[in-house]
């Protein structure tokens, strides 16, 4: 596995992240636009959708880059710990960290007997990762460096920060939907001011489109996030197997993570996209495709076994 291949897919990887956030942006542009022609009823006017459109995400934006990693660790029930009080998390913490040439991130364990770990934060020198004391409990050394490899992987990938700015902008597709749908309810149906003639036929058509998409976008939104989100554990993995050069650990660790019968609590359908296996396991069952946050575990495990023979299957690029 040479290290060019890696480096390249990382690229590519975060290149398609930026072209997706552009994607998202153009999104909520073209929802707040049309929103604001549909209620005003002329283009000038629909700037102010427009405008909307881009305070809300703004403001949605700046609270949770700043503040949505403390928001995620206290929904998820975890505590810092220092290097007296887990040292064994700590220290393959540090040595994945060393290895990957990242900073040291804070370490956090939330008290939980169902084996599971996940990452957060805005970038490197801002990432926290999470540990269940199952985890600790039930998985070797060599797992646990797999598992802790595969969160550095997601810090060094920039995947925390990507995480972090499509939820925003799912957040805020919801948001301006919610609030142009509910609109139309409270308001009997009616948008701004009416016009007469062409405009008025144009206003019509413009708020048709408006409800279509108002239903539509968030919809959309969620499925895009999805999509990538999948893609981005494959190459977790992948650079998880580069740093410690060792895919049995995370192979074994994912097998035993998903084989356990203990329900993590602490997790909800808000936080179960950021963890190593999705701890909602009764619905990873149940939904399958596009609608999944996480690739099939299996599948996860077949690449990594793979990998112990040598090979790089092309689904983890």
């Not at 801002?126 to 595969?150: I, N, P, Y």
């Not at 749908?181 to 048709?208: A, K």
């Not at 650990?249 to 993570?257: P, T, V």
């Not at 396991?281 to 599948?299: A, D, I, Y």
Request: proline share 4%; hydrophobic share 45%.
């Amino acid at each position: 596995m040479d290290r060019g291949t890696f480096r390249d897919r990382i690229a590519v990887n975060r290149r398609n992240s930026v072209f997706l956030i552009l994607c998202f942006l153009a999104l909520v542009a073209v929802l707040g636009y049309v929103i604001g022609y549909a209620w005003i009823g002329d283009p000038t006017g629909a700037l102010f959708g427009l405008g909307l459109a881009f305070v809300v995400g703004t403001i949605s934006g700046l609270i949770t880059y700043y503040g949505g990693d403390r928001m995620m660790l206290a929904a998820s029930r975890a505590h810092q710990v220092t290097h007296d009080e887990a040292p064994v998390l700590f220290n393959v913490v540090e040595e994945m960290a060393l290895a990957s040439g990242l900073p040291m991130p804070k370490v956090y364990i939330i008290e939980d007997s169902a084996p599971n770990a996940f990452a957060t934060g805005r970038d490197p020198e801002h990432a926290s990762v999470a540990a269940t004391t199952g985890l600790l409990q039930k998985l070797d050394r060599d797992e646990l460096q797999g598992v802790m490899a595969h969160e550095m992987a997601h810090v060094g990938n920039f995947d925390i920060r990507y995480a972090m700015l499509v939820g925003i902008l799912v957040g805020t597709t919801v948001l301006i939907s919610d609030f142009f749908l509910r609109g139309l309810w409270f308001g009997g149906g009616r948008g701004g001011g009416r016009r007469e003639g062409g405009g008025g036929q144009i206003q019509l058509i413009m708020m048709v489109v408006a409800i279509v998409l108002a239903i539509l976008a968030p919809l959309f939104a969620r499925l895009l996030q999805l999509s990538i989100s999948r893609q981005r554990e494959y190459l977790a993995d992948a650079t998880a197997v580069r740093l410690t050069r060792n895919p049995k650990g995370l192979a074994d660790a994912l097998a035993k993570i998903s084989d356990d019968k203990e329900v993590l609590e602490a997790a909800n359908r808000a936080t179960a996209h950021l963890y190593i296996v999705n701890p909602v396991k009764s619905f990873e069952k149940r939904v399958k495709g596009l609608f999944s946050t996480h690739p099939p575990v299996q599948e996860r495990i077949n690449i990594l076994r793979s990998m112990e023979t040598g090979g790089i299957p092309e689904t983890v690029g």
